[in-house]
């Protein structure tokens, strides 16, 4: 497969699974737009690796997903800068861990402002471009929480399973235009998001941090071992490819069995 003369926007890719797409897509030719937070040094050090690794081109926007305007502006640039935007990937997201009945509704807002309406916004950008050029790719990173629930995450359960519905009904919008639409439904993975949310969870459940790991991630999960950032970005490459064009509208996980119980 080569993804030569194509771009790619992945939001949330600073970090953890969204920089692992961002350079599986790279290493196949794809000009990157880079986006999330960080630390400007670290940030500057993913970017330039990216181009002087793949020999591509790699800008990066600090774009913040609960903007709309910012969203719609980065995709703007992205298609000015690089000429078009093939794949979207919209990864963006965070956690927050509480019961219902403390959860702080600003953390709800957020959490449904990045993990789910980004990529409504994103998809809104993008889709014209991908529908004028008969070509698209747009993977959503969703979760098993798309698909079953764990108490104390009701704003990113409820994120995950609105947008795996927001995928089936982009992927039927889409379907005759040659352009797919997929959610990857990660089970646990180990990355700054999970280990962030380790403390929370010691004190929503009053456990150790072992017995989070063993006991709550990884119990969930039948292989009992982490998904690697690396599969996931496979998975996301392969949907990029010609074989995986009659694949959409789809929920794939990649979980190690969690949700086949
Ligand atoms: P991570 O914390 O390593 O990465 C999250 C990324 O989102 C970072 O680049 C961060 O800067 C960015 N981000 C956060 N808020 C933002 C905002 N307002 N605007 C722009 N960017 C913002 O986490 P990760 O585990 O790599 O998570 C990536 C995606 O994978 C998320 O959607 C997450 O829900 C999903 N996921 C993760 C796991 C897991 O176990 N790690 C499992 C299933 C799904």
């Known amino acids: 497969m080569s993804l030569k003369s194509k771009s790619a926007v992945v939001t949330g890719s600073t970090s953890g699974i969204g920089l692992a797409i961002a350079r599986a897509l790279a290493g196949e030719g794809a000009n990157i737009v880079l986006n999330g937070f960080g630390e400007p040094d670290q940030i500057e050090r993913a970017r330039s690796g990216i181009e002087s690794e793949f020999g591509v081109k790699a800008h990066y926007s600090d774009a913040d997903m609960t903007k709309p305007d910012q969203i719609a502006a980065m995709v703007r640039e992205a298609e000015q800068r690089f000429g078009s935007v093939d794949v979207l990937v919209n990864n963006a997201g965070i956690q927050f861990v509480s019961p219902i009945e403390d959860f702080p509704g600003d953390k709800w807002e957020r959490i449904l402002a990045i993990n789910l309406s980004s990529a409504f916004y994103g998809m809104r950008a993008a889709i014209p471009g991908m529908k004028a050029r008969g070509w698209g790719r747009i993977i959503n990173t969703a979760s098993a929480h798309s698909l079953v629930a764990s108490p104390f995450k009701s704003a990113y359960v409820a994120a995950k399973h609105g947008i795996a519905g927001l995928t089936k009904t982009a992927a039927l919008e889409l379907a005759a235009h040659h352009v797919t639409v997929n959610c990857i439904s990660p089970g646990y993975v180990w990355t700054p ?57 789809a929920n794939l996980t990649m979980d190690g069995g969690w949700t086949a119980e």
């Open 193 to 249: 998001l999970v280990e962030a949310q380790i403390p929370d969870t010691m004190k929503a459940r009053g456990l150790t941090k072992e017995q989070v790991i063993q006991d709550v991630l990884l119990k969930a999960q039948p292989t009992k071992e982490f998904v690697t950032v690396d599969q996931v970005a496979a998975l996301a490459l392969f949907l990029c490819s010609e074989a995986a064009s009659q694949i959409t509208g």
